[in-house]
């Protein structure tokens, strides 16, 4: 999950005005329809930078494509956007295309909601499913269907403040973040940190605040380092691992316990604290990097630290779908595939928000190598930390802020991990029991 930051975007807003103002309001962006043009229209959420970057991208399709127009329609983020893709595809009076969350997917009616993709028709398009991340592009599988393109993924990073690293001694000869691996040397490159900022906790990331998910996004970035599921593959049964969840627990409640994270900052706060040098350390997605520029903080990014093992981060995806229609058009629906290749093959533009391509050839391009930082942490894309395939998982789901209350007192000492464990896991037999909002039933 990720709201849009109020940020300003001064290299980027080339007609972005026009693009925010759309985005409040929810209409398409005016853009004129050729009687010759073949219609494509296409919904999503994005905002900010990236709903900037987004109708940037469909901008330069149309100039390469005069004879496909793109109606770009934006719509509220959240829960909001999953309902009305749910009430327009089981109506079948869908866009042609919409941006996803890939974690929504098993939840939202594959079948009934969502029409499969045309592999086909993908393989015309120049898209093979060998060329995208194998974790991710299995995710967009459901009972071997497939239902979604990917486009990226926003994993969970870590932000270092490059002044204060520096004063600390904590970047190598090429002035990067020195990488740990395992508890003692993160918790000595913290410490390291807190020394040179008089003692004040280095570390900050969303840990408290109503509808907080910042304690989910890190315990399901340590937890399955170490090896640790949520649920079975077909997500009726809990398959936690007490001892390793409560492992990660035990060190999250040590991060606030010895001040070496700010067990009192909101996501708000945690950004303006890293932001204004509050901070050494940030936890957060990925998207907050152009932001940071804008500010002019002296920042860079790495991959979110291997503490239990492996380096696995807590990520969620953006993807394409197809809402049901009762009849596609076969003319508009070749022209829906074309933007979606162009799209996903110039995703190098698109990771300038701080999102990492899902399409493996970009990670080799050199407009993409020299993203800075953005192409630091490209690795991860091969050991993403997704969602388990139920209805209340996934961003701006339940689950994340369901598991995010019963972390927080964690943290703050106000919990123990072991009351913090059993709560979750209350969450999470509640939420197995409840009925799934969406149809499951698949069309004839």
């Given at each position: 999950m990720h709201g849009p930051p109020d940020i300003s975007r001064r290299h980027l807003l080339g007609g972005s005005l026009a693009l925010l103002g759309a985005a409040a309001s929810g209409c398409a962006i005016p853009v004129g329809l050729g009687s010759s043009q073949t219609r494509v229209q296409y919904w999503h959420f994005l905002g900010a930078s990236d709903g900037i970057i987004m109708n940037n991208m469909v901008n330069a399709f149309a100039a390469q494509a005069p004879e496909i127009?793109?109606?770009?329609?934006?719509?509220?983020?959240?829960?909001?956007?999953?309902?009305?893709?749910?009430?327009?595809?089981?109506?079948?009076?869908?866009?042609?295309?919409?941006?996803?969350?890939?974690?929504?997917?098993?939840?939202?009616?594959?079948?009934?909601?969502?029409?499969?993709?045309?592999?086909?028709?993908?393989?015309?398009?120049?898209l093979r499913g060998s060329d995208f991340s194998p974790p991710i592009w299995e995710r967009a599988h459901i009972d071997g269907v497939l239902y979604a393109i990917p486009l990226d993924a926003h994993p969970m990073v870590?932000?270092?403040?490059?002044?204060?690293?520096?004063?600390?001694?904590?970047?190598?000869?090429?002035?990067?973040?020195?990488?740990?691996?395992?508890?003692?040397?993160?918790?000595?490159?913290?410490?390291?940190?807190?020394?040179?900022?008089?003692?004040?906790?280095?570390?900050?990331?969303?840990?408290?605040?109503?509808g907080?998910?910042?304690?989910?996004?890190?315990?399901?970035?340590?937890?399955?380092?170490?090896?640790?599921?949520?649920?079975?593959?077909?997500?009726?049964?809990?398959?936690?691992?007490?001892?390793?969840?409560?492992?990660?627990?035990?060190?999250?409640?040590?991060?606030?316990?010895?001040?070496?994270?700010?067990?009192?900052?909101?996501?708000?706060?945690?950004?303006?604290?890293?932001?204004?040098?509050?901070?050494?350390?940030?936890?957060?997605?990925?998207?907050?990097?152009?932001?940071?520029k804008d500010r002019e903080t002296p920042f860079s990014m790495t991959r979110f630290p291997a503490v239990f093992g492996?380096?696995?981060?807590?990520?969620?995806?953006?993807?394409?779908v197809l809402p049901h229609q009762r009849d596609r058009d076969p003319e508009v629906e070749r022209a829906t595939y074309e933007f979606i290749a162009y799209l996903v093959k110039n995703s190098a533009e698109w990771a300038v928000a701080g999102h990492v391509p899902a399409y493996l050839p970009t990670l080799e391009l050199p407009e993409y190598l020299a993203l800075e930082p953005q192409s630091e942490y490209r690795s991860v894309i091969t050991e993403v930390a997704l969602d388990p395939q139920v209805w209340f998982a996934g961003s701006a789901s339940r689950l994340w802020i369901e598991f995010g209350e019963a972390f927080s007192p964690v943290i703050s000492g106000?919990?123990?991990?072991?009351?913090?464990?059993?709560?979750?896991?209350?969450?999470l037999n509640r939420l197995l029991s409840a009925p799934n909002p969406f149809p499951d039933e698949k069309r004839p």
């Open positions: 127009f793109v109606e770009e329609n934006v719509l509220a983020w959240g829960e909001p956007y999953y309902t009305k893709i749910a009430m327009a595809g089981s109506g079948g009076r869908s866009p042609d295309l919409a941006t996803f969350h890939l974690a929504r997917l098993a939840g939202i009616g594959a079948g009934e909601i969502l029409d499969p993709v045309n592999e086909r028709l993908l393989e015309e398009v120049g870590q932000y270092y403040n490059t002044d204060i690293c520096d004063k600390a001694g904590l970047l190598g000869s090429d002035g990067k973040l020195r990488p740990t691996n395992g508890v003692d040397e993160l918790v000595e490159q913290l410490t390291k940190a807190k020394e040179v900022m008089g003692g004040k906790p280095p570390l900050a990331f969303d840990s408290l605040g109503l907080t998910v910042g304690p989910w996004r890190v315990w399901w970035s340590l937890y399955p380092q170490s090896g640790g599921t949520l649920l079975s593959d077909d997500g009726t049964t809990i398959t936690i691992d007490d001892a390793k969840a409560l492992e990660v627990l035990r060190f999250m409640q040590r991060l606030g316990k010895e001040g070496l994270c700010d067990w009192h900052t909101d996501y708000g706060a945690s950004v303006a604290n890293f932001t204004n040098g509050q901070a050494a350390f940030l936890w957060n997605g990925d998207w907050e990097t152009i932001g940071l492996t380096g696995s981060a807590q990520a969620d995806c953006h993807a394409f106000e919990r123990t991990p072991e009351e913090g464990l059993a709560a979750a896991k209350a969450s």
